[in-house]
T-cell receptor
Framework: GENVEQHPSTLSVQEGDSAVIKCTYS??????FPWYKQELGKRPQLIID?????GEKKDQRIAVTLNKTAKHFSLHITETQPEDSAVYFC???????????FGKGTSLLVTP | DAGVIQSPRHEVTEMGQEVTLRCKPI?????LFWYRQTMMRGLELLIY????????DSGMPEDRFSAKMPNASFSTLKIQPSEPRDSAVYFC?????????????????FGPGTRLTVL
């Protein structure tokens, strides 16, 4: 199947700093790019998503950017807090958008 | 709204036994997805249904795995016979079609997962 590459696999930042996670995808038909946050032992939960007709989207401290030409998208978290510590997954829709391919995840640790 | 419901939450079984995982999607959602999560392979899509019909089962690892959706409010994932390498967390997720083909489906909402251990 089509791949979604996610980097870095681990990220450690100081509280208040920014964190950036990057993903690339290979399916040029992908048109939906969600980001999920998964805390230890919990289910993945959507934190933000972007569709191919938009280049950037922001929700408080979280923003996502999309470059369709380069086939990459990024998650930006500003003013990080310890409760942001979790595993973050990016995903890209497969073909028409009914299913998702997930990246391998980024384990984010925010230290006080 | 109760969200996506999965049962059991934990399952411990012995190699060779049959395992059945259950999922109830969010009412009104017409897409249902089964995922497997392991440290090594991450989140893998196994199969998904639209209006109770299997659309893509290319992610099902072997013939030992089968999934059904007899109605809009219930789906099962069965492993027979189970093997230790099937140990993982299995998630069910559901979503609805946005009604505009070019924009695909809406958010996928995940259930709490079933942690399967095969000894």
């Amino acid at each position: 199947g089509e791949n979604v590459e996610q980097h870095p696999s681990t990220l450690s930042v100081q509280e208040g700093d920014s964190a950036v996670i990057k993903c690339t995808y290979s399916d040029s038909a992908s048109n939906y790019f969600p980001w999920y946050k998964q805390e230890l032992g919990k289910r993945p939960q959507l934190i933000i998503d972007i569709r191919s007709n938009v280049g950037e989207k922001k929700d408080q401290r979280i923003a996502v950017t999309l470059n369709k030409t380069a086939k990459h998208f990024s998650l930006h978290i500003t003013e990080t807090q310890p409760e942001d510590s979790a595993v973050y997954f990016c995903a890209a829709s497969i073909n028409s958008g009914y299913a998702l391919n997930f990246g391998k995840g980024t384990s984010l640790l925010v230290t006080p | 709204d109760a969200g996506v419901i999965q049962s059991p939450r934990h399952e411990v079984t012995e190699m060779g036994q049959e395992v059945t995982l259950r999922c109830k999607p969010i009412s009104g959602h017409d897409y249902l997805f089964w995922y497997r999560q392991t440290m090594m392979r991450g989140l893998e899509l196994l199969i998904y249904f639209n209006n109770n019909v299997p659309i893509d089962d290319s992610g099902m690892p072997e013939d030992r795995f089968s999934a059904k959706m007899p109605n809009a409010s219930f789906s099962t994932l069965k492993i027979q016979p189970s093997e230790p390498r099937d140990s993982a967390v299995y998630f069910c997720a559901s979503s609805s079609w946005r009604g505009i083909a070019s924009l695909g489906t809406d958010t996928q909402y995940f259930g709490p997962g079933t942690r399967l251990t095969v000894l």
